[in-house]
């Protein structure tokens, strides 16, 4: 019993980080968002630039609905800003566009996490179908075998998160060595920019976080009950 007591605890705390860790980005990216950059470029001509210097001509940069809603599509070879990312002259802005110009350099640069988390893709898709399906058919055919191999898909999301890890860092990296280069942002606003990133990478941090939590949680109650 006390597992059960445990197991809520352990959800608890996976849904405070997420949401915390998504109240802190929106907060971040709201307050640099209200800051103009001093060239006064929008979200998608710093992006237009960041690709042309770097020969990727050939990415279209559109503007995609939703909130903070901004990422590269390897396979249409687009990126997609979000309303304000693409049309505010914001510090905020231009931070997120170069990030996802970041994953397009990345991939042009056959950059190895980026080619491992794509081959995951499918794999991650098809757990996180079928993961909870395997745990519910197991608790009610009494199959501990399906409820463990239910765990077993749901780890291969944690695996893709840890991947990600990486990859998002990475783009930050070159997102802030674009900028710089290219004299996008001020040493002042270079900071601010890399506080705006940081605090987007927060939130992956916190989904492996979440992950890990949920899966102990799963491996307490079955453990409890396999005994």
């Known amino acids: 019993m006390g597992y059960y007591f445990i197991s809520y605890g352990l959800t608890l705390i996976a849904l405070l980080i997420t949401v915390g860790a998504q109240i802190f980005v929106s907060a971040t990216f709201n307050k640099y968002k209200k800051e103009p950059n001093m060239k006064s470029k929008s979200g998608a001509e710093a992006a237009r630039e960041i690709l042309d210097k770097n ?37 905020a ?6 990030h996802e110009c970041g994953h397009a350099i990345q991939d042009k640069d056959n950059y190895t996490m980026l080619r491992i988390r794509a081959f995951l893709v499918p794999f991650v898709n098809l757990s996180s179908k079928l993961g909870y399906v395997a745990i ?21 999301i944690l695996l893709f998160q840890l991947v990600t890890l990486p990859v998002e860092f990475d783009a930050s990296r070159r997102a802030l060595k674009e900028l710089e280069d290219m004299g996008l942002l001020t040493d002042n606003e270079l900071t601010k920019g890399r506080v705006v990133l940081t605090s987007a990478a ?26």
């Not at 590269?72 to 990312?85: A, C, G």
């Not at 949920?214 to 109650?221: K, M, N, P």
């Open 55 to 91: 020969g990727l001509k050939e990415i279209y940069v559109v503007e995609t609905k939703g909130h903070l809603t901004d990422h590269y599509d390897p396979n249409r070879k687009v990126i997609r800003l979000s309303s304000d990312v693409y049309h505010k002259e914001s510090i």
């Open 93 to 98: 802005s231009i931070a997120v566009a170069a």
């Open 136 to 156: 519910l058919i197991g608790v009610f055919a009494n199959l501990m075998n399906v409820i463990w191999l239910g765990i077993g898909l749901e780890a291969v």
């Open 202 to 227: 927060l939130t992956y941090v916190a989904s492996v976080a979440a992950t890990v939590l949920e899966l102990l949680r799963l491996i307490l109650i079955f453990t409890d009950r396999d005994n």
